[in-house]
């Protein structure tokens, strides 16, 4: 039956009716508070032996676990104790055996040394012997050649002094022959130095009726040569300052008198002042290849853009040689911006020439070259699209064509070696 505790406010108070089979009965009043009380109280004995159990069986597991690993450690170690006992026994089985194989082998090899050892003494023996039979034969054959040596100088000795008697007598008789001789040959000699001296006259008078005929062609062929040079002069552009016969003054005078061929020296030198022009000019090509791109407006091959070229440019190889055009100083050589590897000769008379993108460079500022010198490579150092020589020629410090001179590529085989 459940009522409320008059004593205290809201709390409940059970109370617990118990009947005996005689029929007596027992009241108990059991409040909330306490029922909450046992069984909290139960429920920490319950879990205090759920604990107990717990450690309890597992420490027997762990025991019996453990008992377990020790059994097989044990078994473990005992099957590793067997090996071990017969890797011993192997061990020593084996090294029994290797003694026994050491002690074969040594006495064999003591039985080959002392065999070796028998034979060396042999053969020592022997070499001694042939050497003692060599030394009487060299000995006896020393004696022999002796012998003959002292013979044949004996028998030459004889022979040189019955030769010395037998020259004596020729170079007697050599002596009275020639002396007649001598007369003969003198006379014979004054007949012929007259001879000569009438030879040599008409040979002189006939050598000068040939120079003056060699002369005559060679101031003809001087006359053409100096007509042709002086047309290419003209074609290039290139004039002669006071050349001979060119130099005119005032208040002069006098008859005309037309040029004798005699007069070969004026022409000489006329010659002289054209081939010394010619060699400061620079004529053929500095790479025996066809020009990729001429001297003037074109577009640029980088940038597209119009733009002006001040040389011309010479398609070719890479290490294709490079050759001067004409003899001068070398002003530059070396890196030059977008030119890239860069060389630049001085030919005198106000001509210049460049030479640009080469793969490499022979000469150094300062030098001297001579036409047809190789002073570099062709290459594509610098500003370039391709393997190229980009070539120009300067007139007083002012880019001009290169065309006219490029062609005239024979005259660099004419005045190349001058």
Known sequence: ???????????????????????????????????????????????????????????????????????????????????????????????KRLLTEQDVLRKEYEAQLTDQLTTIDILEKQRVAEIGELTAEHKQ???????????????????????????????????????????????????????????????????????????????????????????????????????????????????????????????????????????????????????SSPYGPRKDPINGKMGFHEGVDFKGRQGDKIRTTAGGTVVKAGKNGSYGNYIEIDHGNGYHTAYAHLHSIFVKKGEFVRRGDTIGELGRSGRTTGAHLHYEVLLNGKHINPYELVKIATLTHTFGAQ
């Open 1 to 95: 039956m459940r009522e409320k505790d008059p004593g205290k406010t809201g709390r409940k108070i059970y109370h617990v009716i118990v009947t005996s089979n005689d029929g007596t009965t027992t009241t108990f009043q059991v409040s909330t508070r306490k029922i909450l009380l046992a069984l909290a109280l139960l429920a920490g004995c319950f879990g205090f032996l759920l604990i107990v159990s717990h450690l309890t069986i597992g420490a027997q597991l762990n025991e019996r676990l453990t008992a377990r690993k020790i059994s097989a450690l044990r078994t473990e170690l005992a099957e590793r104790k067997a090996q071990a006992h017969e890797y011993r026994d192997r061990t020593a089985l084996l090294e």
């Open 141 to 291: 054959m020393l004696a022999a050649h002796q012998r003959e040596y002292e013979t044949a100088l004996s028998d030459r000795e004889e022979l040189i002094v019955s030769l010395q008697a037998q020259h004596r007598q020729e170079l007697e008789g050599l002596r009275t022959s020639h002396a007649v001789k001598l007369e003969e040959l003198h006379e014979i000699h004054e007949l012929t130095l007259a001879n000569q001296r009438l030879r040599s006259d008409l040979e002189n008078t006939t050598l000068r009726l040939a120079n003056l005929e060699l002369l005559n062609t060679a101031v003809k062929d001087l006359n053409e040569r100096s007509a042709l040079i002086e047309s290419v002069m003209e074609r290039v552009g290139v004039k002669i300052v006071n050349p001979i016969g060119a130099e005119q003054v005032e208040n002069i005078g006098g008859p005309f008198v037309p040029m004798q061929i005699d007069n070969y020296q004026e022409v000489l030198e006329k010659t002289a002042d054209y081939v010394q022009a010619l060699q400061a000019l620079p004529l053929g090509k500095p790479v025996n290849t066809k020009i």
